[in-house]
């Protein structure tokens, strides 16, 4: 099973991957994941991703494409992945269709998480995540069981993104309107595209997301 989820920031890709990879043995491929952890190593790509990822613009087709290309042919993504934050731009997609195409895979669902943009700013203000095992968590909408401790690894140290703010999400907002959401009638237009109500409750939308994940044929 490959999975992409699609969504503006907030919208809640990471959260709802971090479940549907537990329940079906599929592995969450995050490019923001993967390029942060470039830039805190100060590896060349996170040199060259930085700046732009501080101002909320999106990272060269290029380098996110290298970054996809090599890390799906690893033996951890045999039964299959989620796709979270990629593909972002239409020329991502043909790469990735290319890729997959090389290996005679496809793409088998696209799942679009529907927000309305007005929930947004709150949903990334509020949110922060587990430092040891990337738990996502919101300060009003999704807290921890017991206050200070993740309750997936029962880690008690937590990390806010220096991209949420207020600022930068605007340009991140603009950036998924205007480079990202052109993906949506190009997965429609390949019969693979679904969409679920990123508006309800985390649980909610977890249940469509599996029957719109049942609903679907495997390769
Ligand atoms: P994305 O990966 O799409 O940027 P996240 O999964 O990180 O989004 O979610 C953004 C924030 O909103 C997190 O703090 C998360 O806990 C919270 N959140 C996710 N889904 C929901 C939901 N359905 N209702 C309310 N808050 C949510
Ligand atoms: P969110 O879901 O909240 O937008 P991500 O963690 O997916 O956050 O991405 C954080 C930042 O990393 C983006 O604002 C962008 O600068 C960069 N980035 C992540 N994935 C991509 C991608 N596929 N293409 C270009 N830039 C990306
Ligand atoms: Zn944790």
């Excluded at 809640?12 to 470039?38: H, N, P």
């Excluded at 703010?165 to 009638?185: F, G, H, I, M, S």
Aim: hydrophobic share 40%.
């Amino acid at each position: 099973m490959k999975l992409i989820l699609l969504g503006p920031p907030g919208a809640g890709k990471g959260t709802q991957a971090k479940r549907i990879e537990r329940d079906y043995g599929l592995v969450q491929l995050s490019t923001g994941d993967m390029l942060r952890a470039a830039v805190a190593a100060g590896t060349e790509v996170g040199r060259q991703a930085g700046e732009v990822m501080a101002a909320g613009r999106l990272v060269p087709d290029e380098i996110v494409v290298s970054i996809i290309g090599e890390r799906i042919v690893l033996p951890d993504c045999a039964k299959g992945f989620i796709l979270d934050g990629f593909p972002r731009t239409v020329a991502q997609a043909e790469s990735l269709d290319r890729l997959l195409a090389e290996k005679e895979r496809r793409i088998d669902r696209v799942i679009e998480i529907a927000v309305d943009v007005a929930a947004l700013v709150e949903r990334i203000s509020g949110r922060f995540s587990c430092t040891r095992c990337g738990a996502a968590y919101h300060d009003r909408f999704n807290r921890p069981q017991v206050e200070g401790v993740c309750d997936v690894c029962g880690g008690a140290e937590f990390t806010r993104r220096q991209d949420d703010n207020a600022d930068t999400v605007a340009a991140r907002l603009k950036a998924y309107r205007e480079e990202t959401a052109p993906l949506l009638p190009y997965y429609a237009a390949r019969g693979v595209l679904r969409s679920v109500d990123g508006m309800a409750d985390i649980d909610e939308v977890t249940r469509q997301l599996r029957s719109a994940i049942d609903g679907s044929g495997d390769n």
